[in-house]
């Protein structure tokens, strides 16, 4: 039931799925069984059932066991009409570790700070300080994944100079804090 939930939220974002198979000695090798992987295999199975059934199109009913954070970032870059943001996006990415202030960013884009912050409310429904937020929290939550980093080192790799405004903004963005994410993992 759970499952289904995840799935239909991800598939209503209408992003590409891609579905990983984890398959064991035995499996593949057409061996019975061994006790240690039959809760695997069972929540596997079911895993898979219940994303059959969302992608046929029955619905999901229920709480979802995560917050989704979906990185949309590339497929809002090609929705976003005005060149000057899809660049203003674009030099974020690149530098969202650095220190940049809006004023930096329409420096290095040669507008004023005013009309680049207009344009990327306008384009992003977000504004620049709630784009860059969300940017640092995404890779944040890469390194809380695969690295064994601190997390006050993580918040300095991302650009986050004070590490406890860093797990206030991951909070309020994740649902988690960054120690509470890395422990669900």
Known sequence: M????LYAQLRQSNDDLMLISLRTPYD???QEKPNCHYAIYEYTKQSIGSLVKVLKGHPAHGKSPVKLILNDNSKQKKEIKNQLVRKALYYLDENYSKQITLNDLA?????SKEHLSRLIK???NTNFIDHLAV??????????KTST???YEIALLVG?????YFSKKFKKIV?????????NL
Do not use: C, W
């Open 2 to 5: 759970i499952q289904r939930v």
């Open 28 to 30: 593949a090798l057409g």
């Open 107 to 111: 420096d290095e884009l040669l507008v």
């Open 122 to 124: 306008k384009e992003t």
């Open 135 to 144: 940017l640092r929290v995404h890779h944040a939550m890469h390194y809380l």
């Open 149 to 151: 980093l601190r997390i």
């Open 160 to 164: 986050f100079n004070d590490a406890n």
């Open 175 to 183: 649902g988690l804090s960054p120690q509470e994410f890395r422990n």
